[in-house]
């Protein structure tokens, strides 16, 4: 029974990846990337999984370790951990992604701005859900600002929070400072 439910878990991952790799990955040479788990371990009661990430390039599967770009495994890396918390923490409310444009181009952001307005657009009937992106990326901003303008039937955010570092007049020491923003001010 463990080893059917495993079975079933890596099936339900390796969907919501396929979906989102297609969403998000821009560029023409990866078509899929999915999770590959092999038993190690002779006795039933001492096996254990070790997981690898392949990709399908034109009809040969490889492994992603060292074959692929920084961006590609910012964004396989991404793409695994959003099918993760879709698969086993649809009752968590929060997901955090900090920098997640790092060594992405401009079509791979936009795509990762997709997905993730899609997730948002799903999950917005979730009374608990929140997603806290820290980014220094003011494109990918205005980029989640247009995707998410773009979903018809959800609520756009009222606004986003800017965290800026400020010098105190009087003494030389450094605060943050947060500012609520409107979105109509993107």
């Not at 695994?80 to 698969?87: D, K, P, S, W």
């Not at 929140?130 to 039937?153: C, P, R």
Request: with cysteine; aromatic share 8%; glycine share 6%.
């Amino acid at each position: 029974a463990l080893l059917r439910y495993h079975g079933m878990k890596i099936a339900d991952i390796n969907k919501i990846i396929r979906e989102l790799w297609s969403l998000t990955y821009k560029g023409q040479d990866i078509s899929n990337i999915q999770l590959v788990s092999g038993a190690e371990g002779a006795a039933k009661s001492a096996r254990s999984y070790n997981y690898r990430v392949v990709m399908t390039k034109g009809s040969n599967q490889l492994d992603m370790r060292g074959r692929c770009s920084a961006g590609q495994r910012v964004l396989a890396s991404i793409v695994i951990r959003l099918a993760l918390a879709e698969t086993f923490c649809l009752n968590c409310g929060v997901m955090a992604l900090d920098e997640p444009t790092t060594n992405l181009d401009y079509a791979n952001k936009r795509g990762l701005a997709i997905a993730l307005a899609q997730i948002i657009a799903t999950r917005a009937v979730q009374s608990n859900f929140q997603l806290v992106i820290i980014t220094h990326d003011e494109d990918f901003v205005s980029m989640m600002k247009n995707e998410l303008s773009a979903h018809t039937g959800f609520n756009m955010p009222e606004r986003y929070f800017q965290v800026q570092r400020e010098e105190s007049a009087g003494d030389g020491k450094f605060y943050s400072k947060i500012n609520a923003i409107d979105w109509d001010e993107i």
